[in-house]
C-alpha cells in the first residue's frame, strides 16, 4: 500500500520538522517527506489540508484488560479506541488476570494484538509474580517474550529488600523498573487527597505524603543500585521537586503524568462524582498548577492517558465504594492540546510528550516520521471541537470525568505500519 498525505503541516518533534509538507508511505514505511520518490504512484491520498500530521502517538500506560476482565474491555475495543485517539504504540502493565509474569501470556497477548493489527502493543512484565511483592519474576525470559520494563502497578511493594533485589537485577541486565510512588500504609482505605475536600466529604484521605515517602525509598535504591527506574503518575507538588533534584544530582530517573492530573483537582469530586475517583488521587490546585509546569520545563517526561476502562456498575457505586480509573485513549490528544493552549507551550513541544519522549522512555523505535522509519501516523484537525460521550467514545469504558464537555482535536486519520485503521 502506497499513501500520499498531502497539504498538511508537518510537525517530527524528534526530527525538528514543522512546516507545511507531504509525507509518502510504501511498505509499512516513510519513503519520503516534501517531494515523492521516483516512481511513486499512491493508491491512496489523504488531503490533510488545514491539518496536522505527526508521528502515531505513544501511550505509557493503557490498561487492555485481557486477559481476565472482559467484562469491563477487550483487546478489540480498547486498540479501535487508540486508533480513534491517534495512538499507535502503547504500554500495557501487567495487572491482568492472569499476572503477566509468565512468558508465554506476554507472547500470547502480543500476537492477539498483532492479529488484530491495530496499534503496537508492548506489554510490562509483572516485577514480582503474582504482583505479590514477595518473590522475582523471571525478567530476563519476559524481555524475550517481548516485554519493554517492568512495573508493579498499584499493587503494594512492601518489602524494601524485594525493592532492592529487583533493581539490582533490573541494573545487571539494563531493564527498566517501573513504580508508582505511594506508601500502602498511608494510602490506606484512602480514596481521596487528604485536604479540604475529603474533610467536607467525609471522605478518607490519601495525604501528599504517601508519595514523597515512597519516593524517598524508591529514589534512595535507585542511587545505590544504579537501576533506571520510571516513576509513574507523578501527582504532588513535593514529589516533584524531589525528582527534579534527583535528577539534578544524575540519577537515572523519569516520570510521566497522567493527562487527567493535568487539568482536574480535588474540588473536581463535586458532590461525590465517582467519575473523579482516581488513583493517584486528584489533589489541590497548588499541585496541579506545579505540575502544569513540571511538564512544560521537562521534568516530566510525558504524558500518559492511564486508561482504565470500568464497568458501569463499579462506577455507579458511592464514591468510597466505586473503582477508581478513567478511560483515556481518545482524550489523550486532545487534553494534551488544551494543556499546551492553557500554559503557552508550543505544539511541536506538546506533541513531543506524547510522541517522541514517551518512545524513548520505552526503548523503541516509534514516536518519529524520519526516511525509513515505520509508517505510524497520526492526522488530526487541531481546531475542530468534538462531545465527549457515550456514543462518541469506542472504548468499552465510558467512565470519565470529561463526559458532556467539548474538546477541540479530532483525529482524522490513524495509520499503523502503513494501513489505515481509522479514518473519520
Sequence with gaps: MKIHIKNGRLIDPKNNIDAIQDLFIAAGRVVAIGNPPADFHANQTLDASGQIVCPGLVDLSARLREPGFEYKATLESELRAAAAGGITSLACP??????????????MLKHRAKLLNLAHVYPLGALTRQLEGKNLTEMCELTEAGCVGFSHVTAPLIDTQVMRRAMQYASTF?????LHPEDSYLARNGVAHD????????LTGIPASAETIALATILALAQETGARVHLCRISSRDGLEMLRKARQQGLPVSCDIAANHLHLTEHDIGFFDPQCHLKPPLRSQRDRDALRQGLADGTINAICSDHTPVDDDAKLAPFAESEPGATGLELLLPLTLKWAQESGT???????????EPAAL????AGHLGEGACADVCVFDAEEYWKVD???LLSQGKNTPFLGLELAGKVRATIVAGHLVHQA
Design 346 to 356: 508550543p505544539l511541536v513541544a506538546a506533541l513531543a510528550r506524547i510522541t517522541s
Design 174 to 178: 539494563g531493564f527498566t523498573v517501573w
Design 94 to 107: 501487567p495487572d491482568t488476570d492472569p499476572v503477566l509474569d509468565e512468558p508465554g501470556l506476554v507472547e
Design 390 to 392: 457515550r456514543q462518541s
Design 362 to 365: 520505552l526503548g523503541i523505535d
Design 195 to 202: 485536604g479540604e475536600v475529603a474533610a467536607r466529604l467525609g
